[in-house]
Each structure stands twice: as C-alpha cells, then as structure tokens.
C-alpha cells in the first residue's frame, strides 16, 4: 500500500498502511458498522451534505451515537488531500466500537470507532458487461452497512464469468446493481426501481434524478420487472465513484445496448451539466 493514501483513525492521521485497528472491531468481527463514500471533482465533494445526512441515519438504524460534526471535518480533511486529482473519494466508516471479548449483546459502553482514507478514481463511461443474479442479500439494504457479503458473492460470480457488475432481481423484479443503482429507457422513458423496492437511496441516484428533472425529462420510479429487459433501449448504473456508466451487453440475457438511444445521451449530458451547475453554485 503506497504511503502517499491518507488515513484517519480515531482523529489521528496518518498513511493508510500505517492504521493498526483491533481484531476486537465489531466491524471486524459482526459487520456491525456503516460507512460511505463521497466522490470529489477537482478537491470539491459532491453532495457531501447529503451524505452526511445518509450517514446519520443508518447510524440511528443501527443506534450509534457520535458527534457527526467531528466526523465532516475529518472527511473534509481527508478530501483535502486530493485536491490535486480530477477524480477523487473519501472512504469513511464508523463502527458501534471494539469489544474487550466479542459479544453479540452489547453490555458494555463502547466509544465509536472512526476510520477512512481518500483516494483517487478513474471514472470511465466505457459500457460494461453485466449478468443477471437473484437478490440474496439481508432485508435493510437502504441501511449503508459494510455487511456486504451477498453483494460481494453476486459480484465476484458476474465477474468469474467475465463481467464487470451484476444486476440483481428479486421476486421477479430488478433491484440494483451490486454497488451501484441501475436506470433504463423504456418505452422512451426512464426509469429506476423505486425505493419501495428496499434499494439504498442512493445520494447520486437522487442528484441524477433532480438533475432530468430540471430539464424536464421526467423518471418513473416505480417497480421494474425482469420483463422490461426485453424492450430496453440503455440500461446504465450510477453511483458516487462511477457516474453514469451504460451496460453494453448482459450476459445471461438477449440485452443489447442501443448506440443511438437519444434519450440517454441527454441523461447523460444533463448529468454532467449539473455538476458543473453545483460547483457554480457551491
């Protein structure tokens, strides 16, 4: 790990590669712990208000309690470390604590554990490989916890057989991709599962979504079954380190992209034409 990544653990910075964390973590050992990521275009973070106020619910889900005021200035110190890189994010996780012996029941007071890192990221609009995968993940994805593991198992199967994401469906339905949200053009028109659908509300699902809509392109969030793939025109993922990304081809169905779907080239560019407007504007 290069030295040149910078970490923060408990209010102390330092190189990532130089943070020492207990093996007595409940991140470690229960996944008991929340975190999020917050893209940064030339040293300036994207909705880092909005992430915040994410952060700070999954945190009352999980009933951990911490001054979240220390937790920005550290984030905003991590971001300043990347001022320099067009395309940057700052990792940043906090755990209910380290036990002294693990324990499911927490009896003890614990003080929350605070870790993160800044890094550089190279966003590509390249269209991308997916295969389909049924949902097994737990029933609070809208929680932003690091307990990841169905997501990992659905990714690292789509990536065994050559793809880049998954697409994942439950009960006839499509959900999101495995770390991002996914939207179409169906029938000329957008749309994305709602968030009924127990997805992560995603903080740049909802900039991109005010984003069309400031230009009067309307989106339906609304169920989305497996069926809609079958007259898809562009199928994309967004999310805080890739943008809006297309799906050129899914492996594990007929889906081919439409290279002259109109439509989501103006998504896109409305994409793009609304982070220039908020640095304007921030």
Same mark, same amino acid.
């Not at 208000?49 to 999980?62: C, G, M, T, Y």
């Not at 971001?79 to 940043?92: C, Q, R």
């Not at 909802?206 to 400031?214: D, G, H, N, P």
């Not at 392109?217 to 994309?236: A, G, H, R």
């Given at each position: 790990?290069?030295?040149?990544?910078?970490?923060?653990? *408990?209010?102390?910075?330092?190189?990532?590669?130089?943070?020492?964390?207990?093996?007595?973590?409940?991140?470690?050992?229960?996944?008991?712990?929340?975190? @999020?990521?917050?893209?940064?275009?030339?040293?300036?973070?994207?909705?880092?208000? $909005?992430?915040?106020?994410?952060?700070?619910?999954?945190?009352?889900?999980?009933?951990?309690?911490?001054?979240?005021?220390?937790?920005?200035?550290?984030?905003?110190?991590?971001?300043?470390?990347?001022?320099?890189? =067009?395309?940057?994010?700052?990792?940043? *996780?906090?755990?209910? &604590?380290?036990?002294?012996?693990?324990?499911?029941?927490?009896?003890?007071?614990?003080?929350? @554990?605070?870790?993160?890192?800044?890094? $550089?990221?190279?966003?590509?609009?390249?269209?991308?490989?997916?295969?389909?995968?049924?949902?097994?993940?737990?029933?609070?994805?809208?929680?932003?916890?690091?307990?990841?593991? &169905?997501?990992?198992?659905?990714?690292?199967?789509?990536?065994?057989?050559?793809?880049?994401? /998954?697409?994942?469906?439950?009960?006839?339905?499509?959900?999101?991709?495995?770390?991002?949200?996914?939207?179409? /053009?169906? $029938?000329?028109?957008?749309?994305?599962?709602?968030? $009924? @659908?127990?997805?992560?509300?995603?903080? /740049?699902?909802?900039?991109?979504?005010?984003?069309?809509?400031?230009?009067?392109?309307?989106?339906?969030?609304?169920?989305?079954?497996?069926?809609?793939?079958?007259?898809?025109?562009?199928?994309?993922? =967004?999310?805080?380190?890739?943008?809006?990304?297309?799906?050129?081809?899914?492996?594990?169905?007929?889906?081919?992209?439409?290279?002259?779907?109109?439509?989501?080239?103006?998504?896109?560019?409305?994409?793009?034409?609304?982070?220039?407007?908020?640095? *304007?504007?921030?």
């Amino acid at each position: 790990m290069s030295n040149s990544i910078q970490g923060v653990y *408990q209010g102390s910075f330092m190189p990532l590669d130089e943070i020492r964390v207990s093996p007595l973590s409940r991140a470690y050992t229960f996944s008991d712990s929340i975190y @999020e990521v917050i893209p940064y275009y030339s040293g300036k973070p994207l909705c880092l208000d $909005e992430h915040i106020d994410r952060f700070k619910v999954s945190a009352d889900f999980l009933k951990i309690k911490l001054d979240f005021s220390v937790v920005r200035k550290e984030i905003e110190q991590l971001g300043s470390s990347v001022e320099n890189y =067009t395309n940057a994010y700052v990792y940043y *996780q906090i755990s209910r &604590g380290v036990d002294s012996v693990r324990s499911h029941i927490v009896k003890e007071k614990l003080i929350p @554990e605070r870790f993160g890192y800044a890094g $550089e990221v190279t966003l590509s609009t390249d269209p991308i490989i997916a295969k389909l995968n049924q949902d097994n993940r737990w029933a609070h994805c809208n929680i932003k916890t690091t307990s990841l593991l &169905g997501n990992v198992l659905n990714m690292n199967d789509a990536y065994d057989d050559g793809c880049n994401e /998954t697409i994942l469906i439950r009960d006839n339905k499509i959900v999101e991709g495995g770390a991002c949200n996914i939207f179409m /053009t169906y $029938e000329n028109e957008i749309y994305t599962p709602s968030l $009924e @659908e127990n997805i992560l509300p995603g903080v /740049t699902r909802e900039f991109f979504i005010s984003s069309l809509q400031k230009r009067n392109i309307n989106v339906k969030q609304v169920d989305c079954p497996v069926s809609f793939l079958d007259s898809v025109s562009t199928i994309w993922f =967004t999310s805080s380190t890739r943008g809006v990304q297309p799906i050129k081809s899914i492996l594990n169905h007929g889906y081919e992209m439409d290279p002259d779907d109109a439509l989501f080239r103006n998504a896109k560019e409305a994409f793009t034409n609304s982070i220039k407007d908020y640095f *304007q504007d921030h």
